[in-house]
């Protein structure tokens, strides 16, 4: 692809608007780890089978630092899974995100209301008995053909005390028992502590013993390598994603020192890789700079975000 140049002043040139509006937009970027978690996913959902019901499904905890491209990884997965797989549906993934500081009917009300079940009430009232939601949701998963659901901002449980948490994660555990199909909960770094719930519960450590044999955890880590064949790859299939084509020889991640202290800045964080470059390569078209990326372009779209937040 051949420089663009684009003269004007006006930033909001439908030229640069389209340009940007295709570069901000989220896309899938493949990492070895990311392709491993696919993997697993798809495995997981071979579990179900409608002539074949088993008694014991496994499920997932996938975990990693904020930035490090989880809930990207699970909801990309489900569009790549619909657009590979010939016999795919819609309903073969079922996302769901925990709401703030809901206690385990409220979060299955909220799953309720999302799959469209006529008689689950917003208000579900205080007294109406919380297996028979179980079951209500169960059934509805079952009877729209769901091969995994997945259950974002899993540490927001967080937010509640151990006896809430209690409620919850055994609520998980009866969700998959009664419809037989695998969860997997996606949360931050260290939300397996969401088991140390205290006095609130006589035997923790065979709370902590079922979790862990029902739902194994997947740990998505950063990049520390700068060396890394794969890393390399993985910065030039980003600007690549980014309309710029440029050799290996005169890209900005050709130097060891670029790549060392693009991995600090960064923390090695996938989500944080992706945002710094798409912004380094804003900074071009908005400025109408010759399309290369260099360390001084990276600082500015750096300074940028450290005034803005990541």
Avoid at 187 to 192: E, P, Q, T
């Amino acid at each position: 692809m051949e420089n663009t140049t684009i003269i004007t002043t006006n930033p909001f040139n439908p030229v640069i608007r389209q340009r940007l509006g295709s570069l901000l937009m989220e896309k899938y970027m493949h990492t070895p780890k990311n392709g491993e978690l696919w993997c697993l996913l798809e495995d997981l959902m071979f579990q179900v089978s409608p002539t074949n019901i088993k008694s014991k499904v496994m499920g997932c905890l996938i975990t990693g630092d904020p930035h490090s491209g989880k809930t990207t990884a699970v909801r990309q997965f489900k569009k790549a899974y619909l657009e590979n797989v010939p016999e795919a549906r819609d309903n073969d993934v079922f996302l769901f995100q925990i709401p703030s500081r809901a206690r385990l009917k409220g979060v299955l009300t909220k799953m309720g209301r999302q799959l469209k079940i006529p008689d689950i009430s917003p208000n579900t009232r205080y007294g109406y008995p919380t297996y028979i939601l179980v079951e209500k949701v169960a059934a509805k998963l079952w009877k729209n053909g769901v091969k995994l659901v997945i259950i974002d901002e899993f540490q927001k449980l967080f937010e509640l005390p151990g006896e809430n948490r209690i409620e919850i994660l055994s609520g998980f555990n009866d969700l998959v028992n009664e419809s037989h199909i695998p969860i997997i909960l996606v949360g931050i770094a260290g939300v397996d502590r969401i088991l140390d719930v205290g006095n609130y519960h006589n035997d923790e450590s065979n709370l902590r013993g079922k979790f862990c044999s029902r739902f194994m955890e997947f740990k998505l880590g950063a990049w520390n390598d700068p060396n890394n064949p794969q890393f390399v790859a993985f910065l030039q299939m980003i600007l690549e994603d980014c309309g710029f084509t440029t050799s290996h020889h005169n890209a900005f991640y050709s130097k060891e020192e670029n790549r060392k202290w693009f991995l600090e800045v960064t923390e090695g964080l996938t989500g944080k890789i992706i945002h710094l470059i798409k912004w380094a390569v804003r900074y071009i078209i908005r400025n109408n700079l010759p399309e290369r990326i260099t360390r001084d372009v990276i600082e500015q779209g750096l300074k940028y975000i450290q005034a803005n937040g990541w």
